[in-house]
């Protein structure tokens, strides 16, 4: 039997320093790469793309990373790997298109078994059970780009820069449930809203249950549940406590969004430099990293913690005579639309929603 000589043609040059990083499993891998060796492994396990030709799926996605983590250059993410850029280029968007297959490994709804727990989560954050039946915080957020040569207007927001938008909904420990984005930043969340899946197919919540949104949505009953704080001027201390409420339960969606954005802080704070298409894939990567993170115990910045703990009263209990299954109970009122949320009424004007 003739013995053959393996042919190496691809093979690590363990002197580069970001390299040596990843090699020594001794060195911690958050200054360069922004997240945890346990966290990178969990990626390569739900990517599960082993070859046995080209640079090897391990580098790939350690380029792909630190290109996130630094928002750097193709040119400079070159030099630190000692790779050819035009290498770096297609690496860093076929790991983006890898990830953004995986999403549903890592960004899902809760099982129905789940959902109270989810709820009882809202009801700690907003410190009232009357919040016990919200199962996610929706909202959105603008991701910096640079604008194509045409249409730049549809990308220009009322912060007045250019960017997408993300729509996300997230569970009481900041988890995303949901992810859409793409649209440019000219858009009304509104209308982002009612064009997502969650919506046109009435993805989530299930019936009995809500979600919390602020005052770019809609307050609805369906196709899915949105609960919406009410608008100024207020009347009275009941609407005032409402609020309260409802803000400290849907803020969770926000640090979700700040700490995604911290994590990746050199990508997100600045313009992406690449095609608002790849802009979408970029922004959804960030979201997917974000859960295996939290997964992971990888938290870069904890967010600031509503008091909750043995000092703090119990919420108090629903009347007796409500029943959860009556959670949202929604009735015409001339122009109105009334909705019924445990011991609060929520009152909105749809008049600017219609159409």
């Not at 197919?201 to 009410?230: K, M, R, S, V, W």
């Not at 298409?277 to 870069?300: I, K, M, P, T």
């Not at 909750?308 to 959860?324: A, K, R, T």
């Amino acid at each position: 039997m003739v013995e053959r000589d393996v042919i190496r043609y691809a093979r690590l040059n363990v002197r580069v320093p970001v390299l040596r990083v990843y090699m020594d499993p001794e060195q911690d891998m958050r200054p360069s790469f922004r997240l945890t060796r346990r966290s990178f492994n969990a990626l390569l396990a739900i990517l599960n793309q082993e070859r046995d030709h080209g640079w090897g799926h391990r580098l790939e996605v350690l380029i792909f990373i630190y290109w996130l983590a630094h928002g750097t250059s193709y040119r400079v993410t070159a030099e630190a790997f000692d790779i050819p850029k035009s290498t770096i280029h297609r690496v860093v968007h076929r790991i983006g298109r890898e990830i953004r297959k995986a999403r549903s490994k890592v960004i899902f709804f809760p099982s129905h078994d789940t959902l109270d727990e989810v709820g009882r989560g809202f009801g700690v954050l907003a410190q009232h059970c009357a919040f016990n039946k919200a199962v996610g915080a929706i909202d959105g957020c603008h991701i910096r780009i640079k604008p194509p040569k045409h249409n730049k207007p549809d990308y220009f927001n009322y912060k007045q820069f250019y960017s997408i938008q993300l729509q996300a909904v997230c569970d009481s420990a900041g988890r995303f449930l949901d992810i859409f984005v793409g649209y440019g930043g000219s858009v009304h969340d509104t209308r982002i809203l009612r064009n997502s899946p969650i919506y046109v197919q009435a993805l989530y919540p299930p019936p009995g249950y809500f979600l919390l949104g602020d005052g770019g949505n809609p307050c609805l009953e369906g196709p899915i549940a949105i609960i919406t704080p009410y608008r100024h001027p207020l009347h009275g201390r009941m609407q005032e406590r409402f609020n309260q409420a409802h803000s400290r339960a849907r803020s969770i969606i926000e640090r979700a969004f700040g700490m995604m954005k911290a994590r990746w802080r050199a990508t997100l704070f600045k313009a992406l430099e690449v095609r608002p298409r790849f802009c979408s894939e970029v922004a959804l990567a960030c979201a997917v990293l974000h859960n295996l993170c939290l997964a992971q115990g990888d938290v870069v910045e904890e967010p600031e913690q509503q008091p909750h703990g043995p000092d703090l009263p119990p919420p108090p209990p629903p009347p007796e005579d409500l029943q959860w299954s009556s959670i949202l109970l929604s009735l015409p009122l001339m122009d109105h639309h009334l909705i019924v949320v445990g011991q609060f009424v929520c009152l909105h004007d749809l008049e600017s929603y219609v159409g």
